[in-house]
Nanobody, 121 residues
């Protein structure tokens, strides 16, 4: 599975962005998908995940209520809708695929290249 993340950019605090993660290759629908982020000088952290069917999601406490993950199975794409963005959301965002729902980066087998999100105050 090859993953391509896009949609990052510069936004003011309180604004919104939608990230996309397009998957190519076979068996995309066999994977649970996750979004992670890594700020400068910090470890990569779990943002949220969605099950294979799209019916189950999980979020980090820091983004719960502001971010929403969804997947379009027909388009082989996963989305991360980010609302009410805060400066502390500034990071490189990565999408990843795993064989099971997990909050641990080590459990994800495939990674996209990352897209920068910068939130100004």
């Amino acid at each position: 599975v090859q993953l391509q993340a896009s949609g990052g950019g510069l936004v003011q605090a309180g604004g919104s962005l939608r990230l996309s993660c397009a998957a190519s290759g076979r068996s995309f629908n066999n994977y649970h998908m996750g979004w992670f982020r890594q700020a400068t000088g910090k470890e990569r952290e779990f943002v949220g995940g969605v099950s294979k069917s799209g019916g189950s999601t999980a979020y980090a406490d820091s983004v719960k209520g502001r971010f929403t993950i969804s997947r379009d199975i027909a388009k082989n794409t996963v989305y991360l809708q980010m609302n009410n963005l805060k400066p502390e959301d500034t990071a490189v965002y990565f999408c990843a695929a795993a064989g099971w729902i997990s909050r641990r980066a080590a459990d994800y087998n495939y990674w996209g290249q990352g897209t920068q999100v910068t939130v100004s105050s």
